[in-house]
């Protein structure tokens, strides 16, 4: 079965500086989407950036890049020039058969000013 | 943009009331999820339906239910509330093959049973 880690519950992250989020998963399939989810305080899940598998070329939008590392079965986020905005719980997820999402426990990003 | 609302953000019930949770969606998703939320667990899926009164389970459907009698609404019920489904409560729609089915969340809706 697939499984999803977040190792790191509370990330914190100087305003401009840059923070990375760690992800791993564990997968017999080599065909697969991974994603990355931000859920700011009591506001609405939205999705940050996803990658296809079969690419190589890591996926970048604006400010959010992933390291996609399929061999090690990695995928962490990097969020550079950190904002105030930023702050909020992010979700790394793999997609399964179906469209069904497995996700991660969860990564609480807070930006200090 | 798609836009996916939930009838309630809070709701408070007691233990044994059957409650109702409403999801629509206005994109014509074809699937649509119902996710709990729990700290240090991530969210859970607990049905799924991919068309009209078609459902199924999903990891965690223990003690819940759901309907989907038309496209855009997907409705999770508790027939029998209990303790331990305070939570929050997240319904998802997707549409098949769209950017890796690509999921698109409502608010979400933070339950207490007491």
């Known amino acids: 079965a697939q499984t999803v880690t977040q190792s790191q519950p509370e990330m914190s992250v100087q305003e401009a500086e840059t923070v990375t989020l760690s992800c791993t998963y564990d997968?017999?399939?080599?065909?697969?989407?991974l994603f990355w989810y931000k859920q700011p305080p009591s506001r609405q899940m939205i999705l940050v950036i996803r990658?296809?598998?079969?690419?190589?070329q890591n996926a970048t939008e604006n400010r959010f890049s992933v390291n996609f590392q399929k061999a090690a079965k990695s995928f962490s986020l990097k969020i550079s020039d950190s904002q105030l905005g930023d702050a909020a719980m992010y979700f790394c997820?793999?997609?399964?058969?179906?469209?069904?999402?497995?996700f991660g426990q969860g990564t609480e990003l807070s930006v200090k000013p | 943009d798609v836009k996916v609302t939930q009838s309630s953000r809070y709701l408070v019930k007691r233990t044994g009331e059957k409650v109702f949770l409403e999801c629509v969606q206005d994109?014509?998703?074809?699937?649509m999820f119902w996710y709990r939320q729990d700290p240090g667990l991530g969210l859970r899926l607990i049905y799924f339906?991919?068309?009209?009164?078609?459902?199924e389970k999903g990891d965690i459907p223990e003690g819940y239910s759901v309907s989907r009698e038309k496209k855009e609404r997907f409705s999770l019920i508790l027939e029998s509330a209990s303790t331990n489904q305070t939570s929050m409560y997240l319904c998802?729609?997707?549409?098949?093959?769209?950017?890796?089915?690509?999921?698109?969340f409502g608010p979400g809706t933070r339950l207490t049973v007491l």
């Open positions: 998802a729609s997707s549409h098949p093959g769209a950017g890796g089915d690509t999921q698109y």
């Open positions: 990658q296809e598998a079969y690419k190589q």
């Open positions: 994109m014509d998703h074809e699937n």
């Open positions: 997968t017999s399939e080599s065909d697969y989407y």
């Open positions: 339906s991919y068309d009209v009164k078609m459902k």
């Open positions: 997820a793999y997609r399964r058969g179906g469209g069904k999402l497995i």
